[in-house]
């Protein structure tokens, strides 16, 4: 009973942290959609928007383990001042965010002139993207709200606000795109425009939730202190650098995949998005696990730290293996949903087969980094993932499927050794304790 029960409480926080980040699965899906009928040249200037975006935000994304893990510690100690924390995130991401976003919205063509060189989709990526740069600072700010109260182990709220800011983002990006309901056609820049739009006001909606929490005079009161704001800067900056890579080595593996050939490159991205989409669930287990370590530490219960990990591993384990099932048992009628071309189903048969047995073997790597961060071992967690992309994976997939010719089979094989020396790398971490210390 015991035993269910914390496999039950481990699933209650995850579940709507992995439905919130469904919904922006989703969104991103919807955006395309809607871009998609003003042509190829504006929805290819909004994927290169969105990508230098996405490069941005990596900048900040550290901001909510940290501001996360220090709070679930807190909670665990009972510690008076459990918001310094997330005003010291808030500090951070304000002075990080807005010259960041004002450097960038300068240099929107050099940085759009980087990732293409098509004048026509630079052009609609340029007005895209400075649409959408200007959101940075409410992104910064939102991801340390959300660390708090996750850390908290309210992850109901990130479900409610998440959604209700999707509802506004399709609402308003529809309407400034095509000009409905008497609102300007922009075209293209009305996705960024309303996506930013919808940011600020979910932003306007977590500070309204927080300060009704604690009276705004109280949370005023405690002021990020300059130990605390060195302890946020040191646990973002890794997690933060690790995104960063993390994603120019997915650029970098799309690149392996041109020298291949059009079809390749076809496969290769939906196997990509499918795979990002399916791991959604052991990402939101090992985001409920940071929680769950992080108070466990607070109170020193070592032991029960060491225990939630691995709880959190067997919950992730099952979803995963029930959501690679189709991809190993049909995997024709899954590219089918993709693909008309019978060669390029029969290209990518083997390798989606290997995906789903890459996302179980992932579990360990996906809930135990989240876990590990927990603990306040960002660095750690920075170094196995970088390391093993990096210096393993890359290196081993333009050997084996460029050097010796093995094509898209030959990197996905290495992709496979490379998720489980990667997840046997984390467990190996996980069980040997070193990331017990003391809390914050």
């Known amino acids: 009973m015991l035993f269910a029960n914390r496999h039950g409480r481990v699933l209650r926080l995850a579940l709507p942290i992995m439905l919130g980040m469904l919904s922006q699965s989703m969104l991103n899906l919807i955006d395309a959609a809607l871009v998609g009928h003003l042509g190829e040249v504006a929805l290819a200037g909004v994927g290169v928007g969105g990508y230098a975006m996405f490069m941005l935000t990596a900048v900040v994304f550290g901001l909510s383990s940290s501001v996360q893990s220090q709070t679930a510690q807190r909670v ?67 991801l340390c709200f959300r660390g708090y109260w996750n850390g908290r182990q309210q992850t109901h709220l990130y479900l409610r606000i998440i959604v209700s800011v999707h509802l506004i983002n399709v609402a308003t990006s529809a309407g400034l795109i095509y000009g409905l309901a008497g609102l300007p056609q922009m075209g293209a820049s009305g996705a960024g425009a309303g996506t930013t739009l919808s940011l600020f006001i979910g932003l306007m909606v977590w500070c309204w939730v927080s300060t009704k929490s604690f009276s705004l005079k109280r949370f005023l009161k405690q002021l990020p202190r300059l130990a605390t704001l060195r302890t946020t800067l040191i646990l973002a900056a890794p997690h933060s650098l690790q995104q960063l890579l993390f994603a120019a080595g997915y650029a970098v593996l799309i690149g392996l995949l041109s020298q291949l050939g059009t079809a390749s490159v076809a496969v290769g991205h939906v196997l990509i998005n499918l795979s990002l989409l399916l791991i959604l669930p052991g990402v939101g287990i090992g985001v409920a696990a940071m929680s769950l370590v992080g108070e466990a530490l607070g109170r020193d219960a070592q032991y029960e730290a060491h225990r939630w990990g691995l709880d959190a591993l067997r919950v992730a384990w099952l979803l995963l293996i029930m959501l690679a099932l189709p991809m190993l048992v049909l995997p024709e009628q899954v590219l089918a949903l993709f693909f008309t071309n019978s060669e390029l189903i029969a290209l990518g048969k083997l390798p989606l087969q290997l995906t789903g047995v890459m996302i179980v073997l992932d579990a360990a790597a996906l809930v135990l980094a989240q876990a590990l961060m927990g603990a306040g071992a960002q660095r ?38 490379y998720r489980l020396v990667n997840s046997a790398g984390f467990l190996w971490v996980w069980q040997r304790r070193r990331w017990l210390a003391p809390a914050f």
């Open 76 to 142: 665990g100690a009972a510690h008076r001042h459990i918001a310094h924390p997330l005003n010291s995130g808030l500090a951070i991401g304000f002075a990080v965010g807005l010259p960041l976003s004002l450097w960038a919205w300068w240099q929107a063509p050099l940085l759009m002139g980087l990732i293409s060189q098509a004048d026509d989709v630079q052009s609609v990526a340029v007005s895209y993207f400075r649409w959408r740069v200007v959101s940075l600072i409410a992104i910064a700010l939102t």
């Open 380 to 417: 750690t967690v920075m170094m196995l993932t970088l390391g093993m992309q990096w210096l393993l994976f890359l290196p081993l997939a333009w050997w084996v499927g460029i050097g010796l010719d093995q094509g898209l089979l030959g990197i996905w094989l290495m992709q496979l050794l």
